[in-house]
């Protein structure tokens, strides 16, 4: 089994029109928790948000047919929107194209990016199943490879006890240069592109690397062999 991770970005900047209400609120999305497609060709999906759930509320006004339904639960920092909508054409050839391939999609799904118009997808599967869901996404989307390797379920067991947030914090400094040598950033830059203070970058950080050495004392080092300059694209057998 090959696993790869990739970003994709709409041409309009966005996947479905809706989403545009939501980013003039000042509504910002963070996550896809799980989206599933019913017969009807309605999509149920679990997305993680940041944004006074009046707001979000607000964003709902007038939706028209596109929405069917949802629901808000409060996490804290965040909020768990439960979304039942009509998709976009877009969304739905996505999907179309992972059903199409035995692939399986692993969950979280993150927004990143500029105003996180990007979302960055993980899948698994064999190669030539990987190849083509990505030649055929090529086709509809910008696609920008990060990572490719064979998969090993064990290489996550040391990220599995973090929260959605730690995830966040670890991967914006690990971009940001804060574990190059010499670092890069300060927990004050770090904390204004996260939108918090730099004590609690500080706070998040700590708490990362403590739960990371103790899951690697404890398992080991159980990272899998990658081939990060193999695009599963190209035909080919696996090196």
Same mark, same amino acid.
Do not use: M, N, W
């Given at each position: 089994m090959r696993y790869v991770t990739y970003v994709i970005t709409p041409d309009r900047?966005? *996947?479905?029109?809706g989403a545009e209400r939501f980013r003039e609120l000042g509504i910002? *999305? @963070?996550s896809i928790q799980d989206i599933d497609q019913l017969d009807d060709g309605t999509i149920i999906t679990q997305m993680v948000i940041r944004g006074e759930p009046a707001t979000v509320r607000r964003a709902f006004e007038n939706?028209?047919?596109v929405l069917v339904d949802y629901q808000l639960t409060d996490a804290g920092e965040t909020t768990i929107l439960q979304l039942h909508y009509r998709p976009s054409d877009l969304t739905r050839k996505l999907l179309a194209i992972h059903r199409r391939h035995a692939v399986l999609l692993e969950y979280p799904l @993150?927004?990143?990016g500029p105003e996180k118009r990007r979302l960055r997808v993980a899948e698994i599967g064999r190669e030539e199943s990987l190849r083509r869901v990505i030649e055929e996404t090529k086709a509809i989307v910008d696609v920008e490879i990060e990572r490719l390797g064979n998969y090993d379920p064990s290489e996550e067991r040391a990220f599995a006890n973090l929260t959605d947030r730690q995830r966040e914090v670890l991967r914006v400094a690990i971009e940001a240069g804060y574990y190059e040598e010499p670092r890069q950033v300060t927990y004050e830059e770090i904390a204004a592109r996260l939108d918090c203070c730099a004590g609690t970058v500080g706070q998040?950080?700590?708490r990362i690397e403590a739960r990371l050495m103790s899951t690697?004392?404890?398992g080991g080092d159980r990272h899998p062999k990658t081939d990060p300059e193999r695009d599963p694209t190209r035909t080919g057998p696996s090196r």
């Open positions: 900047g966005y *996947f479905d029109p910002t *999305f @963070e939706a028209g047919p @993150e927004y990143t998040h950080l700590r690697l004392a404890i």
